[in-house]
């Protein structure tokens, strides 16, 4: 992910644990909205910006 | 990407969570009602020891794989000042030294006639107790320690 976090300092920051933000990126787990909002959050982005991709 | 559920999947995991306590509970009144009928030996309870000792192993297992207590360590160290490591360590004596003393208590009261029989029952029981304990501890520590490494599974 981009803002140069880490997982672990991103897992950090949400407050989740680092296998949690490992499992989202490989697509392997479904955040609840309210944690992809927080990930969005930390880092300064939207969830368009995070989440959002053309079939 | 087909879409399931959440609302619904959540759910059922939730009544799942609650039938196995609810299993859990009935089996523990079980025993309690046996105890009462047939008295206070413990035979006839096997099958009740039996299931919860096994569905106990089969839950710490699995959380162990799946890597949940070790997810749980980092998420608590992480925000505490106290590791988990050393907060298990400091409850698992606590525990040991209180069941050590009602031990001791118990030994005084029930079988000491004079104050210092009193005294010397209570030091002796509850010595003898903690030394009991010690190894037992000394295992369940070492275990729990093994257990919040990462597991097999990660998802």
Sequence with gaps: MEKDLSQEELAKQVGVARQTISLIESGKYNPSLNLCIAIAKALSKTLDDLFWYEE | MKVKDERLENLRNKI??????????????????????????LSGLGSEFLILIISGVYYAVRYWQMGILADE??????????????????????????????????????????????????????????????PVFLVLALVLNLASRKGGESN
């Design chain 2, 73 to 134: 360590v980092e998420v608590h160290d992480r925000s505490n000042r106290l590791p988990m490591s050393t907060k298990n360590v400091v409850v698992g004596l606590g525990a040991g030294v209180i069941i050590s003393l009602i031990f001791g208590l118990r030994s005084a009261v029930v079988y000491a006639s004079t104050g210092q029989e009193k005294i010397f029952y209570f030091f002796l029981v509850f010595l003898a107790a903690f030394m009991i304990y010690i």
């Design chain 2, 16 to 41: 799942g969570r609650e039938t196995y306590f609810l299993t859990i509970y009935l089996i523990a009144l079980s025993m309690v009602i046996k105890k009462f009928v047939h008295g206070p030996e």
